[in-house]
């Protein structure tokens, strides 16, 4: 299949399909048993940082589920290691990063890196998993929106409440903005070097975009974020923007320039589609917490999903938020028979 026909690329660039294409954030993860087998023998940053690995784990639920799309196995963090961060990551607890930044100092002694020599690992697990992958299986590569990224740096690991990185917004904004406009440049880098080594097309995750208030969000993330969008259209792929919580955002979304904007489980789909326009792609937004329920429940929230955009414009089908630790296969399974079984 050539690269323009498979239907996730299709999907991305704004064709409509009575069942959409579908793929789940995390869909490599801590619910599949064969992933907690090698979990087992290796640490999460070891499978990050092993190519084989890194392959194996992304494969592992292609050949389960067969979806539309393939995300890469790794991390938003892990670009941050040889920019400098001392990231690690400790059983039954998120990341930590040891050294933190929270002045100009910090922020001067920041690297500029070259990804095609410094995360030369990553870039071979990107071809390595491009040439395992069935060819009508489009690959995602990804990386952490500026924002987000400052937000585990600055706070030294998950960031809420956020104390410290609010704090630096207000009292050295200038600061701020110069962390902002360094992680940006090491963005653009990096997802264009995973494009050349064979993705199809990227995602920016903004996991904590939703915390900020409108005006926050235009000042100090919009500018960033235009600037990455811009700096990619030349590679020609689609662009994916997934900001969590973030519903009172979405007209500044639109000004992001991505061609799909990821919305989570909170932001209904259709009153989105009126905020962004039939033009814009949109993806998502199952609860996570709905494959936990029962068949007819996973069925009725999955149809009333694909009603909400029925003809209304390009649909990408995925979860509002990775997908949880104890899901069921059986749930995955129904889901995607009731998606791949819809008819308008």
Known sequence: MKKDEMLYLRAARGEKFEKPPVWLMRQAGRYLPEYNLIRKKFSFLDVCNNPELACEVTMQPIRRFHFDASIMFSDILVPLVPMGAELSFGKG???????????????????????RESLKHV????????????????????????????????????????????????????????????????????LSALVEAGADAIQLFDTWAGIMPVHEYRKFNLPVLKSIFSGLKHLGVPTTYYAKGSMHLLPEMKNTGADVIGLDWRSPLDEARVTLGAETVLQGNLDPTVLLGSEETIRRETRRILSEVNGSGGHIFNLGHGILPMTPISSVEILLDEIRGHSA
């Open 93 to 115: 607890h998120g990341p930590v990063i040891s050294n933190t930044i929270r002045s100009k100092s910090d922020v001067d002694k920041i690297k500029k890196i070259e990804p």
């Open 123 to 190: 870039l071979e697990s990107v071809k390595m998993m491009r040439a395992e992958l069935p060819g009508d299986v489009a690959l995602i590569g990804f990386a952490g929106a500026p924002f987000t990224l400052s937000s585990y740096w600055v706070e030294g690991g998950k960031p809420d409440p956020f104390a410290n990185l609010k704090g630096m917004m207000y009292h050295q904004p200038e600061t701020f903005i110069n962390l902002l406009e360094k992680l940006g440049e090491m963005v653009v880098d990096y």
